[in-house]
């Protein structure tokens, strides 16, 4: 079946510190990508979405995040966290079942920021 | 602007009665869809719409229903036969469901609890 893994339920950085989320998918075909981020109580905003152009895929609020089809990776990173970036973040993949594509979540990664 | 808007925002339900959750859209897109968030479990598809008149059970669809009679609603039930309804319901529409790089505009949530 086809998955979505997240690599931390939580992950902790300082502020001012590089922010790494992890997300690897099981596809056998290339697919669409995206990251989407959550505050608490308000639904999903999206972030980036990777579409098959460029591998670096550049998003809102200073975030980015590099396909690599070899390691079926799309990892979401920021140079620099800002105390605003506490949320919780989700990894979703594009994939076809029959004549239609539906979004594959990841279980989420709550990342947060420590002064 | 366009977008979708979900009430009520906060719910409280009896034990025994049915509550429905509104779902509204003007993005003009053909696909709606109903998830369900737990801590830590990400989010879980209850229903989706691909047109209006349609709709397919997702993967937790037990005591809830849908209706789409206009394709801008897409409001949800829960019924007494849900024996855990408390969590936050999230509403989505995506522009095609035959689409797959469009990714979804989600709602702003409802959160619902049993009392």
């Known amino acids: 079946a086809q998955s979505v893994t997240q690599l931390g339920s939580h992950v902790s950085v300082s502020e001012g510190a590089l922010v790494l989320l992890r997300c690897n998918y099981s596809?056998?075909?290339?697919?669409?990508l995206f990251w989407y981020v959550q505050y608490p109580n308000q639904g999903l905003q999206l972030l980036l979405k990777?579409?098959?152009?460029a591998t670096l895929v550049k998003g809102i609020n200073g975030f980015e995040a590099e396909f690599k089809k070899s390691e079926t990776s799309f990892h979401l990173t920021k140079p620099s966290a800002h105390m605003s970036d506490a949320a919780e973040y989700f990894c979703?993949?594009?994939?076809?079942?029959?004549?239609?594509?539906?979004?594959?979540w990841g279980a989420g990664t709550k990342l947060i920021i420590k002064p | 602007d366009g977008g979708i808007t979900q009430s009520p925002k906060y719910l409280f339900r009896k034990e025994g009665q049915n509550v429905t959750l509104s779902c509204e859209q003007n993005?003009?897109?053909?696909?709606m869809y109903w998830y369900r968030q737990d801590p830590g479990q990400g989010l879980r598809l209850i229903y989706y719409?691909?047109?209006?008149?349609?709709?397919q059970k997702g993967d937790i669809a037990e005591g809830y229903s849908v209706s789409r009679e206009k394709k801008e609603s897409f409001p949800l039930t829960v019924t007494s036969a849900q024996k855990n309804p408390t969590a936050f319901y999230l509403c989505?529409?995506?522009?095609?469901?035959?689409?797959?790089?469009?990714?979804?505009?989600f709602g702003s949530g409802t959160r619902l609890t049993v009392v």
């Open positions: 989505a529409s995506g522009k095609d469901r035959a689409q797959s790089n469009y990714g979804y505009t």
């Open positions: 993005l003009n897109h053909d696909a």
């Open positions: 719409s691909q047109i209006v008149n349609d709709f």
């Open positions: 596809s056998s075909v290339p697919p669409y």
């Open positions: 990777y579409t098959s152009a």
């Open positions: 979703a993949v594009s994939l076809r079942q029959d004549s239609n594509y539906q979004l594959i």
